[in-house]
């Protein structure tokens, strides 16, 4: 048994968007959808530059080790993208998404990073078989929204990993066993973001030919608003040895469509033009009239229609799109239509920022408790929160066990009135943990005292004749009413103080200094706790241990 690969692809910049940045690729060997992100021009550079990077795996037979060649390939476009930035600092803030499926004859290797999608039809069951890198994926992966919620949440667009955000990409790759009648499809979310599941999934199973598919793909996406630009690949597993003739149909020419068969970038170095995928570089570039209906290929797939480009969705006839462009560079281009704060998925980043600047969340801060501005995450490259208040006297110490995991968690709310009264909430909390701690330790030195004083007392009446059996009590009034007596103390006076005094000894006389040994064992006012309201004592039971 002998399979390959029937495949076509299509691309429209949809009905809302001045230009396309997505970009795509169908090759026999290779399929590849690239969605740009970062502003009118450097998104569908991006996309642009990624496609070309990984083309060369379509002229190359893969090795057996196809996920390292699939990695590898990705990170070199990601370097590229990082090297654009480094030269040209106005593109600052471009990236892509990037789905591709790479075919050994026997095996697919995918690799995806980002929010494009790419889905398997096997038996009439459509499967998504890729995970979306997004904001709201996040959340329904925590259980915090459903899968139906996800669907319409406003900021369901907004990508935590793409190609171009960091020095190190992290794709999922994964290997894919194949079944002759399995049917892919990968598409930009322009697609998969507006059609739904069981549509798409309803469409695919019609079993048209490919570019016949693709075509009703893109209608029904710009039947639903077409927000955004439209991609979509499909490609079918054939047997080429069992005289089908679906699979005589076959056709490896490859396949360009969207910004990467616009721009003047090269698709491949000089080696690679001889290649299928130089070819189909340099056919996808040549301005053409778009037909009426637009292009999918490959001819073999059921064929282009006359006039068009090859495997570009053409416009609406009489639209400006189906002229011949200008010949204008990339650099030129994105200087026009550079844009100061970076697009993500297509202009959802910005919306979903200022909506995030008017969220707040009680966190940690060191060892204590802050106010923040935003939400407790970082998107891509950006920080989407920033410190408001500081509030160091909120000691986190001194927080129940539970108060202090979810200041760790963070607590989310939804404007600045409801984070200072949780912050206040959680100060008070700490002033009767601490107001606590304080009476305990006042209470163990009083005892620690009044134990030191009963074992000085009871010393005193061992040398006391008269009071064998006084209690420390005892000896206590007895020492205190001393300095009123002009008894032994008034007889002992004149020997060393003062020998006129005989109602009040002097200060350096053994009655003055009497009362002040008394005092030395117990002071004469203890310390005592600080009391506790009923509400304090109930917040003091949730203290620490060791706080409380």
Request: with cysteine.
């Amino acid at each position: 048994m002998s399979l390959s690969l029937r495949f076509a692809a299509g691309s429209h910049k949809g009905m809302i968007r001045e230009g396309n940045e997505d970009s795509g690729y169908a090759g026999p060997r290779l399929l590849a959808i690239a969605d740009g992100m970062g502003g009118q021009a450097a998104g569908e550079v991006a996309s642009s530059e990624v496609i070309s990077t990984i083309v060369p795996l379509d002229d190359d037979i893969p090795g057996s080790d196809i996920l390292t060649s699939l990695g590898s390939a990705v990170q070199r476009a990601n370097d590229q993208l990082l090297q654009m930035v480094q030269e040209d600092p106005q593109l600052e803030g471009m990236g892509t998404t990037l789905t591709a499926l790479l075919w050994t004859g026997q095996r697919l290797g995918l690799v995806h990073v980002g929010d494009s999608r790419a889905y398997l039809l096997r038996d009439g069951v459509l499967t998504q078989i890729t995970q979306d890198h997004t904001w709201v994926q996040r959340l329904v992966d925590e259980g915090r929204i459903t899968e139906e919620e996800a669907t319409t949440h406003p900021q369901r667009s907004l990508l935590m990993r793409a190609l171009g955000s960091g020095e190190r990409v992290e794709p999922d790759l994964s290997i894919r066993e194949v079944r002759v009648g399995d049917r892919y499809l990968i598409c930009s979310d322009g697609l998969s973001g507006v059609v739904s599941h069981q549509t798409l999934e309803d469409t695919l199973a019609g079993y048209q030919a490919p570019h016949e598919t693709v075509q009703e793909l893109i209608q029904l996406a710009l039947r639903g608003g077409g927000p955004d630009n439209i991609t979509c690949i499909v490609a079918d597993v054939l047997d080429t040895d069992d005289g089908d003739t679906l699979a005589g149909q076959l056709n490896d020419t490859p396949v360009v469509v969207g910004a990467v068969a616009d721009t003047q970038l090269p698709l491949s170095d000089a080696r690679h033009l001889q290649t299928p995928a130089g070819r189909a570089a340099e056919l996808g570039r040549t301005p053409q009239q778009a037909g009426p209906a637009g292009a999918f290929g490959p001819p073999g797939s059921g064929g282009p229609v006359p006039g068009a480009p090859l495997g570009t969705f053409g416009e609406h006839e009489g639209t400006e799109a189906a002229k011949p462009r200008k010949n204008r560079s990339w650099v030129k281009r994105t200087v026009i239509g550079a844009v100061v704060l970076a697009v993500v998925a297509g202009g959802g980043f910005y919306g979903f920022y200022t909506w995030a600047q008017t969220q707040y969340y009680v966190g940690a801060k060191g060892d204590h408790v802050a106010v923040y501005r935003g939400i407790d995450q970082k998107l891509v490259w950006v920080s989407m929160s920033k410190l408001h208040t500081d509030r160091p006297e909120i000691k986190l110490a001194y927080l129940p066990d539970y108060l202090r995991n979810q200041v760790s968690a963070t607590i989310t709310m939804d404007n600045l009135s409801q984070a200072d009264n949780k912050a206040d909430e959680l100060a008070e909390q700490v002033r009767v943990c601490e107001k606590a701690e304080r009476a305990k330790k006042a209470d163990g030195t009083a005892k620690a005292q009044e134990g030191t004083a009963a074992a000085g007392g009871a010393g005193g009446t061992v040398s006391d004749k008269d009071d064998t059996a006084a209690s420390p009590l005892d000896s206590m009034k007895k020492a205190t009413a001393l300095p009123t007596s002009t008894g032994a103390a008034g007889a002992a006076g004149p020997e060393v103080g003062d020998p006129t005094s005989t109602a009040a000894p002097g200060k350096n006389s053994p009655a003055a200094s009497g009362p002040d040994k008394a005092d030395t064992g117990k002071a004469t006012t203890p310390p005592t706790a600080e009391s506790l309201t009923p509400d304090e004592q109930a917040k003091a039971r949730n203290c620490p241990s060791g706080q409380s």
